[in-house]
T-cell receptor, first 113, second 110 residues
Framework: EAGVTQSPTHLIKTRGQQATLRCSPI?????VYWYQQALGLGLQFLLW???????NRGNFPPRFSGRQFPNYSSELNVNALELEDSALYLC????????????FGEGSRLTVL | KNEVEQSPQNLTAQEGEFITINCSYSVGISALHWLQQHPGGGIVSLFMLSSGKKKHGRLIATINIQEKHSSLHITASHPRDSAVYICAVRATGTASKLTFGTGTRLQVTL
């Protein structure tokens, strides 16, 4: 069974551009979570999608947004990129909300120049 | 003060040693996760705990809800255990938002 897959693995953008990151959860998982790991900082919760709806978001500005598609895959969009958006973006999925074990993807490394 | 504190920040051990990583948190939780992050960033979920103790191979995780403390133990450590170990808690009433510790970097040498 395929695990959580993320694309692209690496992405280089310049300030002001937009970045789109993609995540496919494990088959049957309806919850998708996005996390940011900036250099020198710990993981921070970004967004949670379940059954196609945004259920919760972390302390990030509105230019961080996303969506979840009917097949439960998800996109994370970052608009008006800033240098400090350079980070590893991790996606995780779970079968059960709040009680389910998390399964992580390998991450997408975004570099903003 | 961070809601989740881990100690030590860095740990070097020789192959075969017994290792303990500690995690203390300051909020009521519904679950605590132990995660392993390898160089390159990939993360593996090791354990999810809400009480007691879990064991998987050479890894043991314990949690004391009253003391708001969890430990991750590695028995007979091996160089392939070298990674960053991260504790994360799901606070009660936070609808799946995880708060992460800053991680413990473990290096196991031959």
């Amino acid at each position: 069974e395929a695990g959580v897959t993320q694309s692209p693995t690496h992405l280089i953008k310049t300030r002001g551009q937009q970045a789109t990151l993609r995540c496919s959860p494990i088959s049957g998982h309806t919850s998708v979570y996005w996390y940011q790991q900036a250099l020198g900082l710990g993981l921070q919760f970004l967004l949670w999608y379940d059954e196609g709806e945004e259920r919760n978001r972390g302390n990030f500005p509105p230019r961080f947004s996303g969506r979840q598609f009917p097949n439960y895959s998800s996109e994370l969009n970052v608009n008006a990129l800033e240098l400090e958006d350079s980070a590893l973006y991790l996606c995780a999925s779970s079968l059960q909300v709040n009680t389910g074990e998390l399964f992580f993807g390998e991450g997408s490394r975004l570099t903003v120049l | 003060k961070n809601e989740v504190e881990q100690s030590p920040q860095n740990l070097t051990a020789q192959e075969g040693e017994f290792i303990t990583i500690n995690c203390s948190y300051s909020v009521g939780i519904s679950a605590l996760h132990w995660l392993q992050q390898h160089p390159g960033g990939g993360i593996v979920s090791l354990f999810m705990l809400s009480s007691g103790k879990k064991k998987h191979g050479r890894l043991i995780a314990t949690i004391n809800i009253q003391e708001k403390h969890s430990s991750l133990h590695i028995t007979a450590s091996h160089p392939r255990d070298s990674a960053v170990y991260i504790c994360a808690v799901r606070a009660t009433g936070t609808a799946s938002k995880l708060t992460f510790g800053t991680g413990t970097r473990l290096q196991v040498t031959l």
